[in-house]
């Protein structure tokens, strides 16, 4: 089957810096996405790794390595806005897109 | 430029009623994509589409059918309601890629589903 395993929950302090993993294991990889989503609303897109290495957006970085099937979303000089959840996606062969189950960032004062 | 519009935003049916959410889509996009989302379980998806006219299951499709006849639109049908199928609904859609060009997917606002 297919799986994006996600922390459920992270907290951390504002101003600081904070990692989000995601493992998957898909049937075909297209590329690795990462989405977020604030209470009430709709996911919205952040980064897109496609090969190995660190993607670089403002506050925001992910990176993804294939052979260990594995990335993360970094976020820098965190804000009380950043608190949302963020889920990572995998693209498979038959063109789903899949997605983990979320992590939920609280960041605090 | 609306993007993705779903409707309803809210709506509240008795188990064993119909009903069919809307979802369009102005931005030319090949691929669009039913999602459920419950707490804690991120956002499963139910059907998508890679095309007018096709239509395929995703991970949690029972219970419901969905029909893509122009492109701009995909449908998602509920034919006999049940509680279980309380959720919010999200529609998706994307350009189609070949490889590993990145397909940003543009969310829709949701559908606030409650069956009773």
């Known amino acids: 089957g297919q799986s994006l395993e996600q922390p459920s929950e992270v907290t951390a302090v504002e101003g600081a810096i904070v990692q989000i993993n995601c493992t998957y294991q898909?049937?075909?990889?297209?590329?690795l996405s990462w989405y977020q989503q604030h209470d009430g609303g709709a996911p919205t897109f952040l980064s897109y790794?496609?090969?190995?290495g660190l993607e670089e957006t403002g506050r925001f970085s992910s990176f993804l390595s294939r052979s260990d099937s594995y990335g993360y979303l970094l976020l820098q000089e965190l804000q009380m806005k950043d608190s949302a959840s963020y889920f990572c996606?995998?693209?498979?062969?038959?063109?789903?897109?899949?997605f983990g189950s979320g992590t939920r960032l609280l960041v605090r004062p | 430029n609306a993007g993705v519009t779903q409707t309803p935003k809210f709506r509240v049916l008795k188990t064993g009623q119909s009903m069919t959410l809307l979802c369009a889509q102005d931005?030319?996009?090949?691929?669009m994509y039913w999602y459920r989302q419950d707490p804690g379980m991120g956002l499963r998806l139910i059907h998508y589409?890679?095309?007018?006219?096709?239509?395929a299951k995703g991970e949690v499709p029972d219970g419901y059918n969905v029909s893509r006849l122009k492109k701009q639109n995909f449908l998602l049908g509920l034919e006999s309601a049940a509680p279980s199928q309380t959720s919010v609904y999200f529609c998706?859609?994307?350009?189609?890629?070949?490889?590993?060009?990145?397909?940003?997917?543009?969310f829709g606002q949701g559908t606030r589903l409650t069956v009773v």
């Open positions: 998706a859609s994307t350009y189609p890629t070949t490889g590993d060009l990145n397909t940003e997917a543009f």
């Open positions: 898909t049937s075909g990889f297209y590329g």
């Open positions: 790794n496609a090969l190995d």
């Open positions: 996606a995998v693209r498979d062969s038959s063109y789903k897109l899949i």
């Open positions: 931005m030319n996009h090949e691929y």
């Open positions: 589409s890679v095309g007018e006219g096709t239509t």
